[in-house]
T-cell receptor, first 111, second 117 residues
Framework: DAKTTQPPSMDCAEGRAANLPCNHS???????VYWYRQIHSQGPQYIIH???NNETNEMASLIITEDRKSSTLILPHATLRDTAVYYC????????????FGSGTQLTVLP | GAVVSQHPSWVICKSGTSVKIECRSL??????MFWYRQFPKQSLMLMAT?????????EQGVEKDKFLINHASLTLSTLTVTSAHPEDSSFYIC?????????????FGPGTRLTVL
């Protein structure tokens, strides 16, 4: 699985867009970028994933650079409930192997 | 869809006793289930991977005789912590995966907080 690097923490004002970066310079061609988040004392929640095209769903948008060495998760209008640890993970789609979690980014949405 | 439950959500037990944690996939059949452990202020660490009807594969450093995993059906996996000690106190999280669910990824339970006195 690709090694990913994320900033340890970020703050965002409520109602503003939260942009969470992730570097994955060693990602291979068949590896997707997955984003999960973990709210305190809960299990991780799937957010979104993508290969090379930008993706959007009801929770977030994922922007992947053309060289696929980095990506940004965008929460368009952050709320207090979006305060969580966000994990960026690289893995080949369809893999039966486990997701390997790094240290993630602690996002704190401020009122 | 793709809901995973765990029971109990928290448990307190005395040192030396055994504790069983259940993980269920509620609306899909999970071909593979995973058990993770998370200590305070740390990330999730994989303990073992199990496929229905097969023996679990444990990660290095995880004692298989202490952490018994049974994946008896496509919707149920159990983790039994035998002879629990205070250092086993942790947040235990299961996840399930099935190629029949879209998107094809891991779906996590809410976790079980174990406190051993």
């Amino acid at each position: 699985d690709a090694k990913t690097t994320q900033p340890p923490s970020m703050d965002c004002a409520e109602g503003r867009a939260a942009n969470l970066p992730c570097n994955h310079s060693t990602i291979s061609g068949n590896e997707y970028v997955y984003w999960y988040r973990q709210i305190h004392s809960q299990g991780p929640q799937y957010i979104i994933h993508g290969l090379k095209n930008n993706e959007t769903n009801e929770m977030a948008s994922l922007i992947i650079t053309e060289d696929r060495k980095s990506s940004t998760l965008i929460l368009p209008h952050a709320t207090l409930r979006d305060t969580a640890v966000y994990y960026c993970i690289g893995q080949a789609s369809g893999s039966a192997r486990q997701l390997t979690f790094g240290s993630g980014t602690q996002l704190t949405v401020l009122p | 869809g793709a809901v995973v439950s765990q029971h109990p959500s928290w448990v307190i037990c005395k040192s030396g006793t055994s504790v069983k944690i259940e993980c269920r996939s509620l609306d899909f059949q999970a071909t593979t289930m995973f058990w993770y452990r998370q200590f305070p202020k740390q990330s999730l660490m994989l303990m073992a991977t199990s496929n229905e009807g097969s023996k679990a594969t444990y990660e290095q450093g995880v004692e298989k005789d202490k952490f018994l995993i049974n994946h008896a059906s496509l919707t149920l996996s159990t983790l039994t912590v035998t002879s629990a000690h205070p250092e086993d106190s942790s947040f235990y999280i299961c996840s399930a995966r099935s190629w029949t669910v879209s998107p094809d990824t891991q779906y996590f339970g809410p976790g079980t907080r174990l406190t051993v006195l």
